[in-house]
């Protein structure tokens, strides 16, 4: 069992910059791939960025490409999202989630509570 918990959320102006971090209880986190996913008041949770076990292959939804960059470190079970230029639309409660390689949240078997980011206009 992995629990994750999310932290780095907050309120920020657009074109800013938050650093998302998702922490794991366990050094299995290792072997899982890690994704991170948002949800917006009234729609569904929504892929934005994933990576491999290693950290080596990474895949962002194309509305998130070339400001987001997600990483992992996993000598200290740690994930994080670099969110850069973010714009109102980026507004969301954001999860990091554990399991396999996949864009689909079915396929993610731990996820944390969620941190809101909330980007001003």
């Known amino acids: 069992q992995v629990q994750l918990v999310e932290s780095g959320g907050g309120l920020v102006q657009a074109g800013g910059s938050l650093r998302l971090s998702c922490a794991a209880s366990?050094?299995?986190?290792?072997?899982?791939?890690m994704a991170w996913f948002r949800q917006a008041p009234g729609k569904e949770r929504e892929f934005v960025a994933r990576?491999?076990?290693?950290?080596?292959?990474?895949d962002y939804t194309e509305s998130v490409k070339g400001r987001f960059t997600i990483s992992r470190d996993n000598a200290k079970n740690t994930g994080y999202l670099q969110m850069n230029s973010l714009k109102p639309e980026d507004t969301a409660v954001y999860y990091c989630?554990?399991?396999?390689?996949?864009?689909?949240?079915?396929?993610?078997?731990?996820w944390g509570q969620g941190t809101q980011v909330t980007v001003s206009s």
């Open positions: 989630a554990a399991g396999d390689w996949s864009t689909n949240r079915r396929d993610y078997a731990y």
């Open positions: 990576i491999g076990w290693k950290g080596t292959i990474t």
């Open positions: 366990e050094r299995t986190f290792s072997n899982y791939d």
